[in-house]
């Protein structure tokens, strides 16, 4: 069955660097689902992060994330990465993955940023 799991989150200071994993699997032809990252901090909605359909392609970005944060992927593998760089204590959230095409869409289980001195 489709699944997304997301890795890489933790505990990290202000100012510093994480890279998130989402492995996809049971896709079929990955390439064509366009792939997000979404963020959830305590007490407020889930708001977009990055997007990107194809490599090479256009990149979409939060305002509070540009600059910072990239977005990527790999097709052969089936991963999707977001490289978050300087970070900030307002980066603190769960953040999740999503793939989707038209009618479709998934989510992975979250992983856990935190950034605190």
């Known amino acids: 069955q489709v699944q997304l799991v997301e890795s890489g989150g933790g505990l990290v200071q202000p100012g510093g660097s994480l890279r998130l994993s989402c492995a996809a699997s049971?896709?079929?032809?990955?390439g064509r689902w366009t792939m997000r990252w979404y963020r959830q901090a305590p007490g407020k909605e889930r708001e977009?992060?990055?997007?990107?359909?194809?490599?090479?392609?256009?990149?979409d970005y939060a305002d509070s994330v540009k600059d910072r944060f990239t977005i990527s992927r790999d097709n052969v593998n089936n991963m999707l990465f977001l490289q978050m760089n300087n970070l900030k204590p307002e980066d603190t959230a769960v953040y999740y993955c999503?793939?989707?095409?038209?009618?479709?869409?998934?989510w992975g289980q979250g992983t856990q940023v935190t950034v605190s001195s």
């Open positions: 999503n793939a989707i095409y038209g009618s479709l869409r998934y």
């Open positions: 049971g896709f079929t032809s990955f």
């Open positions: 977009l992060v990055a997007g990107m359909l194809l490599i090479g392609g256009r990149r």
